[in-house]
């Protein structure tokens, strides 16, 4: 077992590569952040609560806006108000109201802290395959091992 945890990513990395891989899939037209930061979460938040169900997400989800929003004030924008949802339909208000800058670190750290906080119940690997799976069937689809 390698100790030196320079082999894996770290969870802002991870956020990060979820995040351009998105731009990377735009089609012209539809390059604009806030589609890649609204699809990015919608992506993630399908693939976890298809994993970990409603409730094993909403806790997940609640766990990382209570780590992040305090630093993060754009999340208290787009934060679930009851059901444990994203309002993502809120990017936009919330790009306005801080800049794309603000939103997208916000982004990328709740990201992160979904990340680390499965990761500490389930492992990293698992966690990225979890919350990455069409990377990962891509991965798969073209022949290429997954690591």
Same mark, same amino acid.
């Given at each position: 077992?390698?100790? #030196?945890?320079?082999?894996?990513?770290?969870?802002?990395?991870?956020?990060?590569?979820?995040?351009?891989?998105?731009?990377?899939?735009?089609?012209?037209?539809?390059?604009?952040?806030?589609?890649? +930061?609204?699809? *990015?979460?919608?992506?993630? $938040?399908?693939?976890?609560?298809?994993?970990?169900?409603? #409730?094993?997400?909403?806790?997940?989800?609640? @766990?990382?806006?209570? @780590?992040?929003?305090? #630093?993060?004030?754009?999340?208290?924008?787009?934060?679930? +108000?009851?059901?444990? $949802?994203?309002?993502?339909? =809120?990017?936009?208000?919330?790009?306005?109201?801080?800049? !794309?800058?603000?939103? *997208?670190?916000?982004?990328?750290?709740?990201?992160?802290?979904?990340?680390?906080? +499965?990761? @500490? +119940? !389930?492992?990293?690997?698992? *966690?990225?395959?979890?919350?990455? =799976?069409?990377?990962?069937? $891509?991965?798969?689809?073209?022949?290429?091992?997954? $690591?």
């Amino acid at each position: 077992m390698n100790t #030196d945890g320079s082999q894996f990513p770290t969870s802002l990395q991870i956020a990060r590569r979820l995040l351009a891989q998105e731009a990377a899939q735009s089609r012209d037209g539809e390059s604009e952040m806030v589609g890649v +930061l609204q699809r *990015t979460c919608l992506r993630v $938040s399908e693939n976890l609560r298809h994993s970990v169900g409603e #409730d094993g997400f909403n806790a997940l989800l609640v @766990r990382a806006i209570g @780590r992040t929003e305090a #630093d993060h004030p754009p999340l208290r924008t787009i934060q679930p +108000l009851s059901q444990g $949802s994203l309002h993502l339909d =809120r990017v936009a208000a919330s790009i306005e109201a801080h800049g !794309i800058d603000a939103v *997208t670190a916000a982004i990328e750290t709740l990201l992160a802290s979904l990340i680390d906080v +499965l990761g @500490r +119940l !389930i492992g990293e690997d698992m *966690t990225i395959q979890l919350i990455d =799976r069409d990377a990962q069937r $891509s991965r798969t689809d073209a022949g290429g091992q997954v $690591s």
